[in-house]
């Protein structure tokens, strides 16, 4: 398993597990989708941190997910990724009552967490330019 | 429940609880329908009442539901099928909203509904958008296994591409065919097997006559309610018939009223009375009675008949009295007048002569006259003599027989001429004249006598013609205005005699109603009884800590009237349910009367469709449905759509024996259906396949550690709860403890210290307890984050399963 991934990949494989009918993933795919797009989601949030401002990366997720409005310059986006954030965890706990997300949440939650991805490798791109 | 049966209670009944008069023929014969009712009202000796039971089919065998499978139809596109255990038991289908699960009851409704009433009252949007988007062919079918049958029962009901909604074709095990061939027609109405949530909603709704309908519907009591009915319907009619003549009396009367006629007044006495006098009108309309000898109608047509003097006549009586006054006269004055007196005179003479012979005539003394040709002359001239005297004679007998046929031509004023009153005719006139008339002068005097006649009779004649015209005038004016009311009348009295009839009739059937009636009440109650007694049993598990406590349940009245009294107590203060009930009791309590309803012995269908009961009901509230609807699952095949785990849950920390099925859609309407065995398992189960499939994206891998960490809450919940409830804490309050972890150290927290605030305490907790499954945990806690997981996955998997099932040993029982 490689250590590094990077949240695109991890993105799209959440992504492909909602796609892709298989008798494999019957089942277990709402919850497996939510998990990998959280995974996803934190990665992001935390290179974005190494990045733009180290540290923050180690400060806890309700931190991290009030500044990355700010640190994205993207207070719409950020404001996405806390909701979706909290959406997706709903999904990786077992809750009473709780069914796993449906496939239209899971939808437009990757799209955030793609979104994310997208910026912080903007955000990036522009820190090692600078 | 056949009808015979019913028959043969009602038969019992009447021997023991004998009908008043005349009534009971009457109960019998309305089993036979309404002209049986008709002819035993009418008299008529009746048939035994044959009441057939052959007609009806044989009840539908037992069926039990095994599959659904939906194709092209609401959120499932692909063929899919919602396998269910055939036979007693509960089982759970639960899915988010939109998760297609609403399809599979939805589509079973179709099959054995079709497009009904219910469908058409859904909005057109719903309707246009009934076939699936991703999938153009539409195809439903049931599976059944049918007692008594080796193979299972297929029914389908398919679309051609584009068909609309109603336009769908039924096959039985894959032949076209109607429904109706399965016998399922009358029970799926009285019984029906399918309870939606928008039913159980608006059941309670739909006031108490209609729910009256959908109970009083199971009792099989119909028979007796159509009996009823054939009374009903044969009084009313009667009722109509007295009504439409009293209304005809009114407009009669008033007709009469304004009639200047004794008939009509007749007639307005015989009508007064409560009770008519029939008889009475329809004598006086046919003119053969009524009335006293001296009526006016009498009168007048006496008067108008009244005798009268020809002309004629009176002038030849009066003509034959002159000529033979003449004809004396005549004769009086003429020498053949003293022809007699001499002629006698003479035949004395001659009998004289006869006897003394001598010529010497004895009266004067000349001799020599009475001679022989003096004795010849003498008899020729007798005979002369004695003939003119016969002609005197004829005269004045003549002149005697005129005169008295002239005097008989004359008599006392006629009686009809007396009383005058109140005929609008005046007789005064012709009443002076007649007695004028009637004046004969006294004495010989003939003449006197033929003028008398002459003048006063033309004068009466002339008189009497005149009141007899009158007199007819005015028969023909009452009768010109009495016509219109005998008409009437004559209209009236067929009506009249019906009406007279049916009051005798009604009485009867009152008799035969009242009687019918408190035997359908009883046996109602009776009926009643166990299904009340379940509602109840069901209202006593869902209430829990409700303060609203169910009254007595029943049926009552009748006909419009007809309702079910749902009478609570709320804190022992009583209520109307409707008043008091929350939306969610409401539904608990439609729940609590249709489930018995569904479960009748007497209904084929062994299963039961519960389209999400759940919603608006709080937590206590569930664990009770999930009391009952184990309860009714151990005879019955219970299927429940949910759209949220409350229900599952329930039957999990209850350790209620169930199936649960989730449904999941993916894109494109690709709906899944997976039996659960618990949550615990499945997610451990996920783990392993997830590690154990090659050819997943190796990103994949990264999820394990969440199920795993899903699998460690799960059993935390469940073991949490089992503890609770065993500890004697209310389900409610179980429900709110379970509400509070967050995290993964929170829930072994509570499941393994009883105390969620304890997360912190576990890792030292596990050290002491299960020190092999400290690096599990919280590697659990990290992997679900980052995804990584450093040592073997498969020892990594089976460590949680392991603590997992130290932690719930009651989840592997599943």
Same mark, same amino acid.
């Given at each position: 398993?490689?250590?590094?991934?990077?949240?695109?990949?991890?993105?799209?494989?959440?992504?492909?597990?909602?796609?892709?009918?298989?008798?494999?993933?019957?089942?277990?795919?709402?919850?497996?989708?939510?998990?990998?797009?959280?995974?996803?989601?934190?990665?992001?949030?935390?290179?974005?941190?190494?990045?733009?401002?180290?540290?923050?990366?180690?400060?806890?997720?309700?931190?991290?997910?009030?500044?990355?409005?700010?640190?994205?310059?993207?207070?719409?986006?950020?404001?996405?990724?806390?909701?979706?954030?909290?959406?997706?965890?709903?999904?990786?706990?077992?809750?009473?009552?709780?069914?796993?997300?449906?496939?239209?949440?899971?939808?437009?939650?990757?799209?955030?967490?793609?979104?994310?991805?997208?910026?912080?490798?903007?955000?990036?791109?522009?820190?090692?330019?600078? | 429940?056949?009808?015979?049966?019913?028959?043969?209670?009602?038969?019992?009944?009447?021997?023991?609880?004998?009908?008043?008069?005349?009534?009971?023929?009457?109960?019998?014969?309305?089993?036979?329908?309404?002209?049986?009712?008709?002819?035993?009202?009418?008299?008529?000796?009746?048939?035994?009442?044959?009441?057939?039971?052959?007609?009806?089919?044989?009840?539908?065998?037992?069926?039990?539901?095994? /599959?659904?499978?939906?194709?092209?139809?609401?959120?499932?596109?692909?063929?899919?099928?919602?396998?269910?255990?055939?036979?007693?038991?509960?089982?759970?289908?639960?899915?988010?909203?939109?998760?297609?699960?609403?399809?599979?009851?939805?589509?079973?409704?179709?099959?054995?509904?079709?497009?009904?009433?219910?469908?058409?009252?859904?909005?057109?949007?719903?309707?246009?958008?009934?076939?699936?988007?991703?999938?153009?062919?539409?195809?439903?079918?049931?599976?059944?296994?049918?007692?008594?049958?080796?193979?299972?029962?297929?029914?389908?009901?398919?679309?051609?591409?584009?068909?609309?909604?109603?336009?769908?074709?039924?096959?039985?095990?894959?032949?076209?065919?109607?429904?109706?061939?399965?016998?399922?027609?009358?029970?799926?109405? /009285?019984?029906?097997?399918?309870?939606?949530?928008?039913?159980?909603?608006?059941?309670?709704?739909?006031?108490?006559?209609?729910?009256?309908?959908?109970?009083?519907?199971?009792?099989?009591?119909?028979?007796?309610?159509?009996?009823?009915?054939?009374?009903?319907?044969?009084?009313?009619?009667?009722?109509?018939?007295?009504?439409?003549?009293?209304?005809?009396?009114?407009?009669?009367?008033?007709?009469?009223?304004?009639?200047?006629?004794?008939?009509?007044?007749?007639?307005?006495? /015989?009508?007064?009375?409560?009770?008519?006098?029939?008889?009475?009108?329809?004598?006086?309309?046919?003119?053969?009675?009524?009335?006293?000898?001296?009526?006016?109608?009498?009168?007048?047509?006496?008067?108008?008949?009244?005798?009268?003097? !020809?002309?004629?006549?009176?002038?030849?009586?009066?003509?034959?009295?002159?000529?033979?006054?003449?004809?004396?006269?005549?004769?009086?004055?003429?020498?053949?007048?003293?022809?007699?007196?001499?002629?006698?005179?003479?035949?004395?003479?001659?009998?004289?002569?006869?006897?003394?012979?001598?010529?010497?005539?004895?009266?004067?003394?000349?001799?020599?006259?009475?001679?022989?040709?003096?004795?010849?002359?003498?008899?020729?001239?007798?005979?002369?003599?004695?003939?003119?005297?016969?002609?005197?004679?004829?005269?004045?007998?003549?002149?005697?027989?005129?005169?008295?046929?002239?005097?008989?031509?004359?008599?006392?004023?006629?009686?009809?001429?007396?009383?005058?009153?109140?005929?609008?005719?005046?007789?005064?006139?012709?009443?002076?004249?007649?007695?004028?008339?009637? &004046?004969?002068?006294?004495?010989?005097?003939?003449?006197?006598?033929?003028?008398?006649? !002459?003048?006063?009779?033309?004068?009466?004649?002339?008189?009497?013609?005149?009141?007899?015209?009158?007199?007819?005038?005015?028969?023909?004016?009452?009768?010109?205005?009495?016509?219109?009311?005998? &008409? /009437?009348?004559?209209?009236?009295?067929?009506?009249?005699?019906?009406?007279?009839?049916?009051?005798?009739?009604?009485?009867?059937?009152?008799?035969?109603?009242?009687?019918?009636?408190?035997?359908?009440?009883?046996?109602?109650?009776?009926?009643?009884?166990?299904?009340?007694?379940?509602?109840?049993?069901?209202?006593?598990?869902?209430?829990?800590?409700?303060?609203?406590?169910?009254?007595?349940?029943?049926?009552?009245?009748?006909?419009?009237?007809?309702?079910?009294?749902?009478?609570?107590?709320?804190?022992?203060?009583?209520?109307?349910?409707?008043?008091?009930?929350?939306?969610? &009791?409401?539904?608990?309590?439609?729940?609590?009367?249709?489930?018995?309803?569904?479960?009748?012995?007497?209904?084929?269908?062994?299963?039961?469709?519960?389209?999400?009961?759940?919603?608006?009901?709080?937590?206590?509230?569930?664990?009770?449905?999930?009391?009952?609807?184990?309860?009714?699952?151990?005879?019955?095949?219970?299927?429940?759509?949910?759209?949220d785990t409350r229900l599952a849950d329930a039957v999990r920390f209850l350790d209620i024996q169930a199936t649960v099925i989730e449904v999941l859609r993916r894109e494109s309407s690709v709906v899944e259906?997976?039996?659960?065995?618990?949550?615990?398992?499945?997610?451990?189960?996920?783990?392993?396949?997830?590690?154990?499939?090659?050819?997943?994206?190796?990103?994949?891998?990264?999820?394990?550690?969440?199920?795993?960490?899903?699998?460690?809450?799960?059993?935390?919940?469940?073991?949490?709860?089992?503890?609770?409830?065993?500890?004697?804490?209310?389900?409610?309050?179980?429900?709110?403890?379970?509400?509070?972890?967050?995290?993964?150290?929170?829930?072994?927290?509570?499941?393994?210290?009883?105390?969620?605030?304890?997360?912190?305490?576990?890792?030292?907790?596990?050290?002491?307890?299960?020190?092999?499954?400290?690096?599990?945990?919280?590697?659990?806690?990290?992997?679900?984050?980052?995804?990584?997981?450093?040592?073997?996955?498969?020892?990594?998997?089976?460590?949680?399963?392991?603590?997992?099932?130290?932690?719930?040993?009651?989840?592997?029982?599943?």
């Amino acid at each position: 398993m490689p250590d590094v991934v990077d949240a695109h990949a991890l993105t799209s494989a959440a992504r492909d597990l909602l796609r892709i009918d298989s008798d494999v993933t019957a089942g277990l795919w709402p919850r497996a989708a939510a998990l990998l797009a959280r995974q996803a989601l934190e990665l992001g949030l935390e290179q974005l941190y190494r990045a733009v401002a180290p540290g923050l990366e180690e400060t806890s997720m309700r931190c991290q997910l009030l500044c990355a409005g700010t640190m994205l310059n993207d207070r719409e986006l950020g404001g996405r990724v806390a909701a979706t954030w909290n959406v997706l965890s709903d999904g990786c706990h077992h809750r009473v009552y709780e069914l796993p997300p449906a496939a239209g949440e899971l939808n437009v939650a990757i799209a955030t967490v793609w979104a994310l991805a997208e910026a912080v490798e903007r955000t990036r791109g522009r820190v090692r330019g600078a | 429940m056949t009808d015979t049966a019913l028959f043969s209670l009602v038969v019992e009944r009447i021997a023991s609880q004998p009908a008043p008069d005349g009534a009971g023929d009457l109960v019998l014969a309305a089993f036979a329908g309404r002209s049986a009712v008709d002819a035993a009202l009418g008299g008529q000796a009746e048939q035994p009442v044959a009441v057939t039971d052959g007609a009806k089919p044989a009840a539908a065998a037992a069926a039990y539901l095994t /599959a659904i499978e939906v194709e092209g139809f609401r959120g499932v596109g692909e063929r899919t099928t919602l396998s269910v255990d055939p036979g007693p038991g509960l089982t759970l289908v639960v899915g988010r909203n939109g998760s297609g699960k609403s399809s599979f009851s939805e589509a079973l409704e179709m099959v054995l509904l079709g497009s009904n009433q219910r469908w058409k009252d859904r909005s057109k949007v719903w309707q246009d958008g009934w076939q699936n988007l991703h999938h153009r062919h539409s195809s439903i079918s049931a599976r059944f296994t049918v007692d008594g049958r080796p193979e299972p029962l297929v029914v389908t009901r398919s679309w051609n591409d584009g068909a609309a909604l109603d336009d769908s074709a039924l096959l039985i095990d894959g032949k076209p065919k109607a429904l109706d061939t399965l016998g399922w027609t009358e029970p799926l109405a /009285a019984y029906p097997p399918l309870l939606s949530h928008h039913e159980l909603e608006s059941a309670l709704d739909a006031g108490p006559s209609k729910l009256y309908d959908a109970l009083a519907s199971i009792l099989g009591l119909s028979q007796l309610t159509d009996a009823q009915n054939a009374l009903r319907d044969a009084r009313l009619e009667m009722e109509h018939t007295s009504k439409r003549a009293r209304e005809a009396v009114v407009t009669l009367r008033s007709l009469l009223e304004q009639t200047d006629d004794e008939r009509a007044t007749t007639v307005l006495a /015989a009508l007064k009375p409560k009770q008519w006098d029939i008889d009475a009108i329809e004598r006086t309309v046919a003119g053969s009675g009524g009335g006293d000898e001296h009526g006016v109608l009498r009168r007048l047509r006496d008067l108008a008949g009244l005798p009268v003097l !020809e002309r004629e006549r009176l002038t030849s009586v009066v003509t034959a009295l002159r000529e033979a006054h003449d004809g004396v006269q005549r004769l009086r004055d003429s020498d053949a007048a003293r022809a007699h007196a001499t002629a006698e005179l003479l035949q004395q003479a001659l009998d004289v002569h006869a006897h003394t012979e001598g010529e010497t005539c004895p009266v004067c003394g000349t001799s020599n006259v009475l001679t022989y040709e003096w004795r010849l002359r003498a008899v020729a001239r007798v005979t002369e003599l004695r003939a003119e005297a016969a002609q005197a004679e004829a005269a004045a007998r003549m002149l005697g027989e005129s005169a008295r046929a002239a005097r008989q031509l004359v008599s006392a004023p006629p009686l009809a001429l007396g009383d005058a009153r109140d005929i609008g005719v005046d007789t005064g006139a012709v009443t002076q004249l007649w007695e004028r008339w009637a &004046e004969v002068p006294d004495g010989d005097d003939v003449m006197a006598l033929a003028a008398h006649l !002459e003048s006063q009779g033309l004068r009466l004649i002339a008189a009497v013609a005149d009141l007899r015209r009158e007199a007819a005038a005015e028969l023909e004016r009452r009768e010109r205005s009495w016509r219109p009311a005998a &008409e /009437a009348i004559l209209q009236w009295l067929p009506l009249a005699r019906a009406a007279r009839d049916a009051e005798t009739s009604v009485a009867r059937l009152k008799n035969a109603e009242a009687w019918l009636k408190s035997a359908h009440d009883e046996l109602r109650d009776q009926r009643f009884k166990p299904i009340a007694d379940a509602v109840q049993a069901n209202w006593t598990a869902l209430r829990q800590d409700s303060n609203v406590k169910l009254g007595d349940l029943r049926l009552a009245g009748a006909a419009s009237q007809r309702r079910l009294t749902l009478d609570v107590t709320v804190d022992g203060e009583p209520g109307s349910a409707l008043g008091v009930m929350s939306q969610g &009791e409401l539904n608990c309590l439609a729940l609590s009367l249709f489930l018995p309803r569904a479960a009748m012995p007497e209904s084929p269908f062994r299963f039961v469709v519960i389209d999400d009961p759940v919603q608006a009901m709080d937590p206590a509230k569930v664990e009770g449905l999930a009391t009952m609807l184990a309860r009714a699952a151990q005879e019955r095949q219970v299927i429940v759509l949910t759209h949220d785990t409350r229900l599952a849950d329930a039957v999990r920390f209850l350790d209620i024996q169930a199936t649960v099925i989730e449904v999941l859609r993916r894109e494109s309407s690709v709906v899944e259906l997976r039996r659960i065995l618990d949550p615990v398992q499945r997610y451990i189960d996920d783990a392993f396949a997830v590690a154990k499939t090659k050819d997943l994206p190796v990103e994949a891998q990264r999820v394990i550690p969440g199920f795993c960490r899903l699998a460690l809450e799960a059993a935390s919940a469940l073991a949490a709860t089992r503890r609770m409830l065993r500890e004697g804490k209310r389900y409610a309050q179980v429900q709110a403890v379970l509400a509070q972890p967050s995290t993964l150290l929170m829930w072994l927290g509570l499941a393994l210290l009883g105390d969620a605030q304890r997360g912190g305490d576990v890792r030292a907790h596990l050290q002491r307890q299960q020190p092999w499954a400290v690096d599990a945990v919280m590697e659990c806690n990290r992997g679900a984050h980052s995804g990584v997981v450093a040592r073997d996955l498969m020892a990594f998997i089976r460590a949680v399963e392991r603590l997992s099932k130290e932690i719930a040993p009651e989840a592997s029982r599943a």
